[in-house]
């Protein structure tokens, strides 16, 4: 099954307002920056957003922050965006802070089909307010539901056109969970190939969770925090 859109635009066909869309990388490493500007582009707003993180002030999510499509961001680590701070503080923003392995097993839980679990990590503290907790063998447990999202956009380094994918590096951190737990995967690739160029034992996230692909043209990596080696 050939799952190759032309663009961005019309590999996020049917993405409408008050949808939730999961959107994978690792600080700016791995992240959909194409498929984040043709969300932009489209206007759709009142959006909900899984993502680790929302970007630096210049790059990533940020883009859709300033034009205030995002009702409610859902992250870990959110520290280099100032955009995202100003309008969290004045209340324009709702925001879910997770523990960042919370997090990470949250979306890992809804693409497996696991509509929750208990975890140590926030008992006692305001992240387990309203939520059901446990005693397992001394131990206390706060209950977490599984996330899944509407869309979810990732961006590979390599795909076939029957949606295999490989991540490099630390683009693998977040992008082949929220993979599995979107209703329809959008791949980003930056080298797409013919079914059969990927080693099956190198494939990361399998074609069966991903609905679309598309071959990015942005090729600049951007860098969170540049630090240089004093000499």
């Given at each position: 099954?050939?799952?190759?859109?032309?663009?961005?635009?019309?590999?996020?066909?049917?993405?409408?307002?008050?949808?939730?869309?999961?959107?994978?990388?690792?600080?700016?490493?791995?992240?959909?920056?194409?498929?984040?500007?043709?969300?932009r582009d489209s206007g759709v707003k009142e959006l909900t957003v899984v993502s680790?993180?929302?970007?630096?002030?210049?790059?990533?999510?940020?883009?859709?922050?300033?034009?205030?499509?995002?009702?409610?961001?859902?992250?870990?680590?959110?520290?280099?965006?100032?955009?995202?701070?100003?309008?969290?503080?004045?209340?324009?923003?709702?925001?879910?802070l997770i523990p960042q392995g919370t997090l990470s097993e949250r979306i890992r839980?809804?693409?497996?089909?696991?509509?929750?679990?208990?975890?140590?990590?926030?008992?006692?503290?305001?992240?387990?307010?309203?939520?059901?907790?446990?005693?397992?063998?001394?131990?206390?447990?706060?209950?977490?539901?599984?996330?899944?999202?509407?869309?979810?956009?990732?961006?590979?380094?390599?795909?076939?056109?029957?949606?295999?994918?490989?991540?490099?590096?630390?683009?693998?951190?977040?992008?082949?969970?929220?993979?599995?737990?979107?209703?329809?995967?959008?791949?980003?690739?930056?080298?797409?190939?013919?079914?059969?160029?990927?080693?099956?034992?190198?494939?990361?996230?399998?074609?069966?969770?991903?609905?679309?692909?598309?071959?990015?043209?942005?090729?600049?990596?951007?860098?969170?925090?540049?630090?240089?080696?004093?000499?």
């Amino acid at each position: 099954m050939n799952k190759v859109f032309p663009d961005a635009v019309s590999a996020l066909a049917g993405v409408r307002d008050g949808m939730t869309i999961l959107v994978g990388g690792f600080g700016l490493c791995g992240i959909p920056e194409e498929a984040i500007f043709a969300l932009r582009d489209s206007g759709v707003k009142e959006l909900t957003v899984v993502s680790n993180n929302a970007g630096t002030s210049n790059h990533g999510l940020v883009h859709l922050l300033k034009n205030r499509q995002i009702r409610k961001m859902m992250s870990s680590y959110v520290g280099e965006n100032d955009v995202f701070e100003k309008q969290m503080l004045a209340g324009e923003l709702e925001v879910e802070l997770i523990p960042q392995g919370t997090l990470s097993e949250r979306i890992r839980a809804g693409g497996a089909g696991i509509p929750a679990f208990f975890t140590p990590t926030g008992y006692g503290t305001l992240v387990a307010e309203g939520k059901e907790t446990r005693e397992f063998d001394g131990r206390h447990y706060v209950m977490e539901r599984g996330i899944t999202g509407d869309f979810a956009l990732v961006r590979a380094w390599k795909g076939d056109r029957h949606g295999n994918l490989v991540f490099r590096k630390t683009a693998r951190n977040f992008n082949p969970m929220m993979a599995t737990a979107g209703r329809i995967t959008v791949a980003e690739v930056e080298h797409l190939v013919e079914p059969g160029e990927i080693e099956p034992d190198a494939v990361h996230t399998p074609a069966i969770f991903v609905q679309r692909v598309f071959r990015t043209s942005i090729r600049e990596k951007h860098i969170e925090r540049r630090t240089l080696r004093k000499r």
